[in-house]
């Protein structure tokens, strides 16, 4: 692993150098096979014969053709690891804002009007905005009849998908939807400088009957520069809910199945409060997507200067083009065609 380490500068795939151990091993191969192919012909023919069969000449030819044949198959490999160097840091300015996507995780995400359920099409969605972000600063926060940290702010998307992946009902124990209590959460989880830049997309199905939700949004954007963007997930026809646990319809004190739908009035009237926009998932995900990438890119950005990547000159082709040389030419040294000659 160190030696990997030491010379991943001048090779871009130093693990690909470990199948080097191949070549030692097929020219063994070779001495064997040849090793145990005069024996066999000392066994059971004439000794004056078998050098008449075998002269020395042919074996020097079948030598040098397995040498050559090897050091071919060395130089594919190293070819295949891409030598490199003429190493340059290139330093690059991207525009990004800061990002947090929080998702509903209170039970009835488990509404299957959007199919297989809200849940995942909330996933889903968050998980393919995720892959068009760029260079922006993404945190995820996860929510119900509480709101909590999932992840801070960072620009590590790897990190951020595997928190969307596994956003779940069974993450907290309380129910119900706090999306007042989430925005509070989200104006202390961003940064104190450069208010220009921040965006909160919320994706619910908006079962919110509490009126601060609406007074938290319009305060965000007012005092803390938040353009919060409102995803439902869900119908207005709604769906019945069943105990994860069980399998049974949930049902009221009466006795009535509950029935949770979409709250598209709150979540477009909080979106209108804090200037940002309301989407809503109909199950084509890339136009959602779009249309609100679309709308996050109007937002005023921060400029950022970093060293984003290390740039090389790539000499792949040298030893490839050696290879083939050197393979062409074992190919053509037959031992057949030595062996006419002493025919």
Not at 196 to 213: P, S, Y
Not at 258 to 281: D, H, Q, W
Not at 291 to 317: I, M
């Amino acid at each position: 692993m160190t030696i990997f380490l030491a010379i991943s500068d001048y090779v871009e795939l130093p693990g690909v150098l470990a199948w080097l151990w191949l070549v030692p091993l097929l020219f063994g191969l070779w001495l064997l096979s040849w090793w145990w192919q005069g024996r066999t012909l000392a066994r059971f023919g004439n000794e004056e014969i078998v050098k008449q069969l075998m002269p020395k000449r042919m074996n020097r030819t079948r030598l040098i053709q397995a040498l050559l044949f090897c050091s071919a198959i060395a130089l594919f490999i190293l070819a295949y690891s891409n030598p490199r160097w003429g190493k340059r840091t290139e330093s690059v300015e991207v525009n990004a804002i800061d990002l947090y996507i929080a998702i509903d995780v209170s039970r009835s995400m488990y509404g299957n009007d959007l199919k297989p359920n809200r849940m995942e099409v909330s996933q889903r969605f968050a998980r393919k905005l995720l892959t068009k972000l760029d260079g922006d600063r993404v945190g995820i926060l996860i929510f119900a009849g509480s709101a909590f940290m999932q992840m801070p702010l960072t620009d590590d998307y790897l990190t951020a998908d595997f928190f969307l992946k596994n956003a779940d009902p069974t993450l907290t124990d309380a129910q119900g939807t706090d999306m007042g209590g989430l925005i509070e959460l989200a104006r202390k989880a961003f940064a104190t400088d450069d208010p220009q830049n921040r965006a909160l997309v919320i994706i619910t199905d908006g079962e919110d009957h509490d009126d601060k939700a609406i007074a938290a949004a319009e305060k965000a954007h007012q005092e803390d520069g938040v353009y919060i963007f409102t995803v439902g997930a869900a119908t207005p026809q709604g769906a019945s809910l069943r105990d994860p646990r069980t399998g049974q319809f949930i049902t009221d004190r009466s006795g009535n199945k509950v029935v949770s739908s979409l709250n598209e009035s709150l979540l477009k009237t909080m979106a209108a409060k804090s200037r940002g926009t309301y989407f809503r998932l109909t199950g084509n995900d890339d136009k959602a997507v779009d249309a609100l990438l679309k709308r996050l890119n109007k937002l005023e950005s921060r400029a950022t200067s970093r060293r984003e990547y290390d740039e090389y000159e790539s000499y792949f082709g040298y030893p490839l083009g050696l290879g083939i040389a050197l393979l062409l030419v074992s190919f053509l040294l037959n031992p057949s065609r030595t062996r006419k000659q002493f025919a």
